[in-house]
C-alpha cells in the first residue's frame, strides 16, 4: 500500500517562510501527477500545485510567484516551498498522488500563518 506522510507545518508570521515535504513510500515517478492540496474548515479542498511526470509545476493563481512545487527521486519525496505567507494561507495541506484512476493521501499538516 502507498503511504505518504506529510511534515513541515507550523505557525509563521505574515511575510515568512515554510517548506512542506511529503515522503512517499513507492517512488515519486510512479505517479503521474503529485499534488498538494489545502482545506480550511467549512470549505472545500483547494488544488493548490500539482507537478506531472515528465512535466512542470502548475500552481492556483493565488500562489504564483509565492509557492514552488519540487521533487526529489533520490529521497522519494515531493516539497512546497511557500514564501511571503499571508493570513488566507492558513489551512491543512495535504499532498496527494495520483496513479491512473488511483489517489493516494497523506494525513496533513497544519499550516498557520498569524502575527
Known amino acids: 500500500q502507498v503511504q505518504l506522510v506529510e511534515s513541515g507545518g507550523g505557525l509563521v508570521q505574515p511575510g515568512g517562510s515554510l517548506r512542506l515535504s511529503c515522503a512517499s513510500s513507492?517512488?515519486?515517478?510512479?505517479?503521474?501527477?503529485m499534488h498538494w492540496y489545502r482545506q480550511v474548515p467549512g470549505k472545500q479542498r483547494e488544488l493548490v500545485a500539482s507537478?506531472?511526470?515528465?512535466?512542470?509545476?502548475n500552481y492556483v493563481d493565488s500562489v504564483k510567484g509565492r509557492f514552488t512545487m519540487s521533487r526529489d527521486a533520490g529521497k522519494k519525496t515531493a516539497s512546497l516551498q511557500m514564501n511571503s505567507l499571508k493570513p488566507e494561507d492558513t489551512a491543512v495541506y495535504y499532498c496527494?498522488?495520483?496513479?491512473?484512476?488511483?489517489?493516494?493521501w497523506g494525513q496533513g499538516t497544519q499550516v498557520t500563518v498569524s502575527s
Open positions: 496527494k498522488a495520483s496513479r491512473y484512476d488511483t489517489d493516494y
Open positions: 513507492e517512488s515519486i515517478l510512479s505517479f503521474n501527477v
Open positions: 507537478f506531472p511526470r515528465g512535466g512542470r509545476p
